[in-house]
Structures are given as structure tokens and as C-alpha cells.
């Protein structure tokens, strides 16, 4: 019976010793990671005054180098704003971004902060209206929630972009899922 106690309490504490790697362990997809994420875009500064909060859709891909903390991603984006007046008037923002990483310590939930610099193309549903490329950059910060197999993160980053004469700002927050 003794021994029997001695495997019980070996197993329990090897169980306790193993669950901070297994938690971690299951963060860790890989070193290069590919995802989706949706959701709300929330005009902020001028844009906000003609346009209401409207859409955000992404599609990621990522690099992790395993044993460093930062990483890097490159985002491809799509966020649509509807018009505050009564016409059917939509801002829309294509962008490509190439983004640094930064994950912070920790166990399971992780957060992280993200920024970097990109292309947009900036246009709206006015026929006839002139469409501009334009450069910009973003910035923010989110969480990673480890799943089995994958893992999801919720993020919102702020975007500026430089546009003939003045600028258009943007804070899309997201949710997504990367595997």
C-alpha cells in the first residue's frame, strides 16, 4: 500500500511539474503560423466625423523563431466604412503590412504588441472618385488564447495613413485564429 502511495504522489507531483511546459507547449504551433481574423473597424480623428464604425477582415501569415520573442507577420486587410449622412457613401481600405512581434512572458494567455509599416490603397464607393496608394503604419497590441491544435488572438491596432494633403485613421479590433 506504501508504494502504491509513493506512485500516486510521483505521478501527481511529475503531473504538477509538466503542466506549465504542456500549457506552453500547446501555444507553440510552429515556427511559421497562418490565420484569419474579423471583425469591428472604429474610425477614429477626421474619419470619424464623416464615417460610421464599419468592418475589418485579414488574412495573416507569421514567423515565430522558437526561443525568441519577437517574431514577424505580414497582414493582408480589408476595412470598409458606411457613411454617416443619409447617402450609401463607403470609405475602403485595402492594406499589405509587414509587422514586428513582441510576445510577453507568460503561461497559456499570452499578450503581445504588434507594429509596423505598410501599403494602403485608399478609396470609396463615388463613382469617378480618385483611389490613392498610399503608406502608413500601425500599431497595438493583443492576446493569444491557445487552443489544441491552434490558437486564437484578439487584437486591436491603431492605423494611420498618409493620404494626399492629410491623413485617415482607423482602429480595427479583431479576432482571429492562426494554425
Do not use: C
Not at 89 to 100: D, H, L, P
Not at 127 to 146: E, L
Not at 159 to 171: I, K, L, M, Q, T
Amino acid at each position: 500500500m506504501r508504494k502504491l502511495g509513493i506512485a500516486a504522489a510521483a505521478v501527481i507531483a511529475s503531473s504538477v511539474l509538466m503542466a506549465p511546459v504542456a500549457v506552453s507547449g500547446q501555444s507553440v504551433l510552429g515556427p511559421i503560423q497562418v490565420g484569419v481574423a474579423a471583425g469591428a473597424a472604429i474610425p477614429v480623428s477626421d474619419l470619424s466625423n464623416n464615417f460610421n464604425t464599419g468592418f475589418n477582415v485579414m488574412g495573416t501569415a507569421g514567423i515565430s523563431p522558437v526561443g525568441l520573442p519577437v517574431g514577424f507577420r505580414g497582414d493582408v486587410a480589408y476595412s470598409q466604412f458606411g457613411s454617416k449622412g443619409a447617402t450609401n457613401i463607403k470609405a475602403k481600405f485595402a492594406s499589405v503590412t509587414g509587422n514586428a512581434v513582441l510576445s510577453m512572458a507568460g503561461v497559456g494567455i499570452t499578450p503581445y504588441a504588434i507594429g509596423g509599416i505598410g501599403w494602403y490603397h485608399v478609396s470609396s464607393s463615388v463613382t469617378g472618385s480618385a483611389a490613392s496608394n498610399d503608406f502608413g503604419f500601425n500599431i497595438g497590441g493583443g492576446v493569444n488564447i491557445p487552443l489544441s491544435g491552434f490558437k486564437t488572438f484578439v487584437e486591436a491596432r491603431y492605423n494611420r495613413v498618409s493620404e494626399n494633403g492629410g491623413s485617415a485613421s482607423f482602429v480595427p479590433i479583431t479576432f482571429g485564429v492562426m494554425f
